[in-house]
């Protein structure tokens, strides 16, 4: 409604029927859908009124000058005329800022017109709004009793801007450096957040997944999912026998009681405090029928040796008849003496060969995609490729990563030099079990020479 359309006329009321209006905004409305261009002001100027066929719309000045103020202190949410005019004298349009100023004597006038410009006025409404869950997420929160608090609680407490305050007190977070590191590790909530530092989770989506699976603790998921990787439609107590039979010592003989003997043993990893299996912890192995089921029937166990049904014992193979995989970069940079060679195909082509000689007949290798580029020999590859599977990991990958997740996946023999000292501190699986599967080696002008091949 713009002003100059209006002429205000002074006018009595006389045998006129009229009709009393509550909100001077549906009065507004009604002159802006009617086009009216004139409105009457009654009784020494304390009513605005309007004419409509045989009606007078009316309604209570309350000190107003003009319909359009009182519309805006209306908006604004003042709430008298005295105060509209005293903070207009005083350029300030919205009561909030206006009570700012008196109530609590900020004289600041740019101070006040940042808390308008960046929107703490509707910051405020929104805090209201979101009043009852930031109460719930934090008890001993001490509710703001207007904008100026809010804007107070984000400077002192160094938030960007109240969006991000009132988000971090929606989730229950106390100051903004727990806010932001709680974020970026995926969590809206310091319940959860709090609750995944205890446990080791490193993010939201691994302690989201966590719980869905009924597991309390990162170490806990690990063993988990190391255990559902290699055979992810066995029962667990079945992974892991297979886990124990790929670490026991080649030409061995062992029997069902002293592989019985050995999972109850490293069971222990898989129960709580009193002893209990944890819940997703699925078994099936009972009696000694069960185990001698499972060494004679599964195939996964067939390879790492063979059941004597006449004298009930597990011979365990010797390595040679186990698949192998090799650390490519590190065998091509073959090292002597501590001094690392420029990489070739030649060191690979000889390894190979010497690993057929000793039975071998499996084997697999992983290289960094940076090794072609290295080579002193890379015209040898396609005579590599003739020799054994060679794998690249992808640019910006290290193959590290491939080669244990291979050796997690199907329990095979790992030929490297490198001790895996950097994966071993972040991965408790490796920790625990690479040196297991881990070959050594060294290759010199006589041969390729490794002391755990007979």
Same mark, same amino acid.
Request: net charge negative; charged share 25%.
């Given at each position: 409604?713009?002003?100059?359309?209006?002429?205000?006329?002074?006018?009595?009321?006389?045998?006129?029927?009229?009709?009393?209006?509550?909100?001077?905004?549906?009065?507004?409305?009604?002159?802006?859908?009617?086009?009216?261009?004139?409105?009457?002001?009654?009784?020494?100027? #304390? *009513? =605005? $009124?309007?004419?409509?066929?045989?009606?007078?719309?009316? &309604?209570? !000045?309350? +000190? %107003?000058?003009?319909?359009?103020?009182?519309?805006?202190?209306?908006?604004?949410?003042?709430?008298?005329?005295?105060?509209?005019?005293?903070?207009?004298?005083?350029?300030?349009?919205?009561?909030?800022?206006?009570?700012?100023? #008196? *109530? =609590? $004597?900020?004289?600041?006038?740019?101070?006040?017109?940042? &808390?308008? !410009?960046? +929107? %703490?006025?509707?910051?405020?409404?929104?805090?209201?709004?979101?009043?009852?869950?930031?109460?719930?997420?934090?008890?001993?929160?001490?509710?703001?009793?207007?904008?100026?608090?809010?804007?107070?609680?984000?400077?002192?407490?160094?938030?960007?801007?109240?969006?991000?305050?009132?988000?971090?007190?929606?989730?229950?977070?106390?100051?903004?450096?727990?806010?932001?590191?709680?974020?970026?590790?995926?969590?809206?909530?310091?319940?959860?957040?709090?609750?995944?530092?205890?446990?080791?989770?490193?993010?939201?989506?691994?302690?989201?997944?966590?719980?869905?699976?009924?597991?309390?603790?990162?170490?806990?998921?690990?063993?988990?999912?190391?255990?559902?990787?290699?055979?992810?439609?066995?029962?667990?107590?079945?992974?892991?026998?297979?886990?124990?039979?790929?670490?026991?010592?080649?030409?061995?003989?062992?029997?069902?009681?002293?592989?019985?003997?050995?999972?109850?043993?490293?069971?222990?990893?898989?129960?709580?405090?009193?002893?209990?299996?944890?819940?997703?912890?699925?078994?099936?192995?009972?009696?000694?029928?069960?185990?001698?089921?499972?060494?004679?029937?599964?195939?996964?166990?067939?390879?790492?040796?063979?059941?004597?049904?006449?004298?009930?014992?597990?011979?365990?193979?010797?390595?040679?008849?186990?698949?192998?995989?090799?650390?490519?970069?590190?065998?091509?940079?073959?090292?002597?003496?501590?001094?690392?060679?420029?990489?070739?195909?030649?060191?690979?082509?000889?390894?190979?060969?010497?690993?057929?000689?000793?039975?071998?007949?499996?084997?697999?290798?992983?290289?960094?995609?940076?090794?072609?580029?290295?080579?002193?020999?890379?015209?040898?590859?396609?005579?590599?490729?003739?020799?054994?599977?060679?794998?690249?990991?992808?640019?910006?990958?290290?193959?590290?990563?491939?080669?244990?997740?291979?050796?997690?996946?199907?329990?095979?023999?790992?030929?490297?030099?490198?001790?895996?000292?950097?994966?071993?501190?972040?991965?408790?699986?490796?920790?625990?079990?690479?040196?297991?599967?881990?070959?050594?080696?060294?290759?010199?002008?006589?041969?390729?020479?490794?002391?755990?091949?007979?």
């Amino acid at each position: 409604m713009k002003p100059n359309q209006i002429n205000y006329i002074k006018a009595k009321v006389q045998n006129t029927a009229i009709i009393e209006l509550e909100n001077v905004v549906d009065l507004c409305k009604y002159i802006e859908q009617h086009n009216v261009k004139e409105v009457f002001i009654f009784d020494n100027a #304390t *009513k =605005f $009124g309007v004419l409509s066929h045989q009606f007078i719309l009316q &309604i209570h !000045s309350n +000190g %107003y000058e003009t319909l359009e103020d009182a519309k805006t202190a209306f908006l604004n949410k003042f709430p008298s005329a005295t105060d509209f005019y005293n903070a207009k004298k005083e350029g300030l349009c919205n009561y909030e800022l206006y009570e700012m100023k #008196t *109530k =609590f $004597g900020i004289q600041d006038k740019e101070k006040l017109e940042k &808390i308008e !410009s960046e +929107g %703490y006025l509707i910051g405020f409404e929104q805090y209201k709004t979101d009043f009852v869950a930031i109460q719930k997420a934090n008890v001993a929160f001490q509710p703001f009793q207007n904008a100026l608090e809010l804007y107070n609680y984000v400077i002192e407490n160094q938030f960007e801007d109240y969006n991000q305050a009132l988000k971090s007190l929606v989730g229950g977070f106390t100051n903004v450096e727990e806010y932001k590191s709680a974020k970026e590790k995926g969590f809206e909530m310091n319940k959860d957040y709090k609750d995944a530092l205890v446990n080791g989770f490193p993010n939201f989506s691994e302690y989201q997944k966590a719980k869905e699976e009924k597991v309390k603790t990162y170490l806990e998921y690990i063993d988990k999912h190391n255990l559902e990787m290699s055979s992810p439609d066995l029962p667990h107590d079945q992974s892991l026998l297979l886990l124990l039979l790929s670490k026991l010592e080649q030409g061995k003989k062992i029997g069902v009681t002293k592989l019985k003997i050995l999972l109850e043993q490293t069971l222990s990893q898989y129960k709580t405090k009193d002893g209990k299996l944890f819940d997703w912890f699925k078994t099936s192995l009972k009696k000694n029928k069960d185990y001698i089921s499972f060494l004679e029937t599964n195939s996964e166990a067939a390879q790492f040796g063979h059941y004597d049904t006449d004298g009930e014992f597990l011979e365990i193979y010797q390595l040679q008849n186990r698949s192998i995989v090799i650390d490519g970069s590190n065998v091509a940079h073959n090292s002597q003496n501590g001094v690392p060679e420029k990489p070739s195909i030649a060191n690979l082509i000889k390894m190979v060969r010497f690993l057929k000689t000793k039975g071998f007949s499996d084997i697999l290798i992983i290289a960094d995609a940076s090794l072609r580029h290295k080579l002193i020999d890379l015209d040898k590859l396609p005579q590599l490729n003739d020799e054994a599977k060679y794998l690249i990991a992808p640019a910006g990958v290290e193959a590290d990563v491939y080669l244990i997740d291979h050796v997690k996946r199907k329990h095979c023999l790992l030929l490297s030099n490198d001790a895996f000292k950097q994966y071993k501190m972040t991965d408790p699986w490796v920790a625990v079990n690479i040196d297991y599967y881990r070959l050594t080696f060294m290759i010199t002008e006589e041969g390729v020479f490794m002391p755990d091949i007979k």
